[in-house]
């Protein structure tokens, strides 16, 4: 059994236990309230369910089981998953432990390539490598367990099992979709012994002589790895697990929410929006160049990709940890220069912009400051990684640790199935109309 098993079965028990006294202790006491704006602006703001794995606070971002983002950023992304699941920090062992599973587990099935080889030529990636991830369903072992009635206590273990499988061949699949949609050439085949991350980036294939890119990689999928509960793939994945369907349909369900463009799909937008700046102005555009471009994007009605949040109120540390690690490999890189320009710029833009909203009756802007996408695409496209609409698979083999971390979570503690409560304008009017 892996480190990681043994550390769950001890540590389970004591979760059950802390959540039994939880809902005895404190079970009547009020969380949250809703109010009617809330309820029509996507609960933004009710608390209304359980999230250990991570906490994203408006003033410092995220928050790893207590360690914040930029105190952790030079950990591998095998540790990250041991931390986002146990809460403890793994020693050397533990690492250790985890890359051997992946290496026992990384072989994808052949029906795999055969489906990616068979989709249309322009699927989207992110369709690809969710078509990949549901395709192999029928491996789920959370399904062949449950079919045979396992126990509810137990449901944890083929959850972890599933978890286990899916993110050890997530690199080559999210790889795989990468050489076949941009006709790169043969696969690449996983190097056992190598770490989750590098071995990712040498499937790609794209050259990486002094191994800056993958450590980029590791960087990458360790930043987006969590984002507490209520995002829209996490709190997709949630809510479909809670059915006890088995990973690989809430993994996949999730991973759809991460394709919108509020979503993960802003980090394809963004470098969208700062190359069509840099070709408008042939090159690195001065402050007052990206002033007028920004204005001309919001007032066109657009947003502007890469700005605001749901939850932040300040710059995203992934951003900071991007754009640092960005000053230190590729300082001369125009587009790079260009987000960091961007940066200086955008912020009061947006802040501008939005009295003119407010002056017209609209919503403020809540969050002028950068989020994690803003600044990931630069350092991706001066890696040779050009092609934008593959971004948010990269994203999505990160998130993935995140959403099967709660997931085998929920599985262990036994949580719920997710049923809230809908009403009607009828109801509104009726209720509050008198
Ligand atoms: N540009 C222009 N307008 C913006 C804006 C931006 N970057 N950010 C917010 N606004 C607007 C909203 O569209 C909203 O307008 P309406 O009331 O007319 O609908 C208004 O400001 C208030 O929004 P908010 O309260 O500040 O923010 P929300 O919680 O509603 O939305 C979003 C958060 C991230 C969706 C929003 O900031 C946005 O659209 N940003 C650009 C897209 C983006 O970067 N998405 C990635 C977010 C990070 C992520 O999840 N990555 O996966």
Redesign the pocket.
Known sequence: MSKLYNRLEALIPEWRKERAELIKNYGKEVLSECTVAQAFGGM?GVKGMVCETSLVEPDKGLIIRGYPLLDIMDMWPEETFYLLLTGEMPDEDAKKSMMEEYDKRHHVPEYVWDVLYAMPEDSHPMAMLDTAILVMEKESTFRQWYSKGTKKEDYWKPALDDALNLLAKLPAVAAGVYRIRYKKGDLIPYIPGLDWGANYANMLGLPDPDGSFAKLMRLYLHFHSDHEGG?VSANTCHTVGSALSDPYYSVSAGLNG?AG????L??Q??LDWILMLMDKFNGVPSDEEIEQFAFDT?RSGK????????VLRVTDPRFTGFNKFGHEHLPEDPVFQTVDTVFRVVPKV?EK??EE?VKAG??????FWP????GSGALLYHYGLTEFQYYTVL?SVSRTMGMLSQLVWNRAVGTAITRPKSVGFKYIKDTFGK
């Open positions: 933004r995002n991460l463009p509020l979503h993960g802003a980090n937008e963004c919001l947003v502007i990709p890469g700005y605001g949040h749901a947006l912009f939005s909203r609209k919503n403020p802007i809540a969050n989020n994690v996408d803003a994203f």
